[in-house]
């Protein structure tokens, strides 16, 4: 027992006879396993984990896609949390002004998010019954404007298009079919636009009313450094969002009214819905809002007075597009965060992509927020002196005019005073 002890690991099961680095059998070099160090696991069979990581990667799997699809149908209601949030933060102001003075919480929310129902309900009923009226006038009147339309094609251009009570009776016998459907569809849009306005409505009464407990709640998750940016953030997107919607529904209040006036003066049938739709979509849609706002009065002027009213409507737009840019804005806006229109027109089409029609309306807000958000905490260097940062001087030698000639030259100026302060050994 002693000598075997003895024996060294090396050696052992090594058939006597044979030297440590001889073969057992004089030539074949045959190896067996060391009886001291047993086998991980059978060659012919997978490891013991395998089966394992195939059951926690198929349950992975599933949760990934059952998540993926909850979050694709919850998607509405997220946009509805997001409205809810931006009209929050809109009517917040209102909601702190009567605070300080003596109002409770509660109440005063109530009061801003109802009385601004109310007011709009109100306008709605002030104008309703002449809109109504004159968009009845509308569709009625599209039987003759079709016929005054392709009497004109077929004396211009020879071509014949069938009358109106034919082609009634064609898009009847066609989608006659549908109209039940359609019936159907128009319900169940109705319920879902009064089931949307109530959620909205109540979350954002609930966010309001809750204010500054709400801020707590969500702080107390933080540490106090997260909790002062936190903050911070928070007051830029209120500011920015309450700034920018104050402002365009300021400014769409005035184009409709400037618009109302001049189709009234011009008597240009159906005055206050055309107005109306130039106000809203020029200062919502950007970019190509103004253009497509002031293409369906000039449509309509071109099609129920002439080609001379048509023209006029088309003047004022475009009068009315540069008095709006030169003073309107530059007035109502001076607080809201003006964006790159290329910028702004983008956001628009991605988030209508994304969201639908409900994302393009709050691209705007969404995309200042951003903007206010990047200008706060973004680091700012100063420029290099290039003449690529600015436009070059006429050949008279007088610099140009305008407003952006003129911040060209305080920006000159300024760069100017910085670096002589610099000289002086001032910081």
């Known amino acids: 027992m002693a000598d075997d002890d003895a024996t060294p690991r090396a050696t052992r099961g090594v058939p006597a006879g044979a030297g440590p680095g001889e073969p057992a059998d004089g030539g074949a070099d045959v190896r067996g396993p060391v009886p001291d160090r047993p086998l ?30 909850a979050l694709g149908q919850l998607s509405t209601i997220f946009v509805y949390l997001l409205i809810s949030f931006f009209v929050a933060l809109a009517l917040e102001p209102m909601v702190v002004w009567l605070v300080r003075h003596g109002w409770r919480r509660g109440v005063a929310a109530g009061v801003a998010l109802f009385g601004s129902v109310i007011v709009g309900i109100a306008v709605m009923a002030m104008f309703g019954n002449l809109f109504v009226q004159q968009l009845v006038q509308l569709v009625e009147s599209l039987p003759a404007l079709y016929a005054t339309v392709r009497e004109w094609a077929q004396s211009t251009f020879e071509v014949t298009w069938p009358p109106s009570d034919e082609l009634l009776a064609q898009l009847l016998d066609r989608y006659g079919s549908d109209v039940a459907s359609g019936t159907i569809a128009v319900g169940a849009t109705i319920v879902g636009f009064v089931f949307a306005a109530l959620t909205i409505g109540l979350v954002t009464y609930y966010l309001m009313a809750a204010g500054p407990q709400f801020r707590v709640a969500v702080c107390r998750w933080l540490p106090p450094e997260q909790q002062t940016e936190v903050l911070r953030l928070w007051e830029i997107t209120q500011v920015k969002v309450s700034d920018f919607i104050s402002s365009r529904v300021v400014l769409a209040a005035l184009s409709a009214a400037f618009t109302a006036v001049f189709l009234v003066i011009m008597g240009t049938p159906y005055a206050l819905p ?45 009068a009315y597009q540069q008095l709006e840019n030169l003073y309107f804005s530059p007035k109502v806006s001076a607080r809201a965060l003006e964006m790159n229109p290329a910028v702004s027109f983008v956001a628009v089409l991605a988030f209508g992509a994304v969201f639908g029609a ?70």
């Open 358 to 427: 409900l994302g393009a309306f709050l691209a705007l807000p969404i995309a200042a927020t951003i903007q206010a958000v990047g200008n706060t905490y973004l680091q700012r260097h100063e420029l290099v002196d290039s003449d690529m940062l600015r436009d070059p001087v006429p050949d008279d030698g007088q610099e140009p005019r305008g407003r952006r000639a003129r911040n060209q030259r305080a920006a000159r100026e300024a760069a100017r005073t910085v670096d002589e302060r610099r000289a002086d050994g001032l910081d």
């Open 274 to 318: 055309l107005a109306l739709f130039t106000g809203v979509v020029s200062q919502f849609v950007p970019t190509i809002g103004t253009y497509i706002g002031g293409a369906l009065p000039v449509a309509v002027a071109l099609t129920s007075q002439g080609l001379p009213q048509a023209l006029g409507v088309l003047a004022f737009i475009i």
């Open 40 to 69: 991980q696991h059978d060659s012919k069979r997978p490891p013991r984990w395998v089966p394992r990581v195939l059951v926690m990667g198929a349950v992975a799997v599933f949760v990934a896609a059952w998540t993926w699809t």
